[in-house]
């Protein structure tokens, strides 16, 4: 059974970062693409940063130059590292897997219809 669990949420100023952590079990992560999404109250969910199961990595232009996506096979987790951290980062962040690869163009990765197993998520909070 897939289950994904967020951790390393937490409240930091402006400028700040954060590490948030998906502990993944009933498979491996290097064999599953992955991606963190986020939520804020009443707007749609939002794909943050990819990984697919053959490494290519994919992020939102709000998100470039400051977070990091990366899988750690040992402790079978995924993780984000997120720096310079901005107000309006602030957001619910879930954790996605999916078990193929998508043959098409990365972007597709930030679609979380193309995700089916989800974590109960992680919230991140940046104050001015």
């Known amino acids: 059974q897939v289950q994904l669990v967020e951790s390393g949420g937490g409240s930091v100023q402006a400028g700040g970062s954060l590490r948030l952590s998906c502990a993944a079990s009933?498979?491996?992560?290097?064999?599953?693409?992955l991606a963190w999404f986020r939520q804020v109250p009443a707007q749609e969910r939002e794909g943050v940063a990819a990984i697919d199961s053959v490494g290519r990595l994919t992020y939102a232009d709000s998100v470039k130059g400051r977070f990091t996506i990366f899988k750690d096979n040992s402790n079978n987790t995924l993780s984000l590292q997120m720096n310079s951290l901005k107000p309006e980062d602030t957001a619910m962040y879930y954790c996605a897997a999916r078990s193929s690869r998508l043959f098409g163009p990365l972007y597709l990765y930030l679609m979380e219809k193309y995700f089916s197993y989800w974590g109960l998520g992680t919230q991140v909070t940046v104050s001015s």
């Open positions: 009933g498979f491996t992560v290097n064999t599953y693409s």
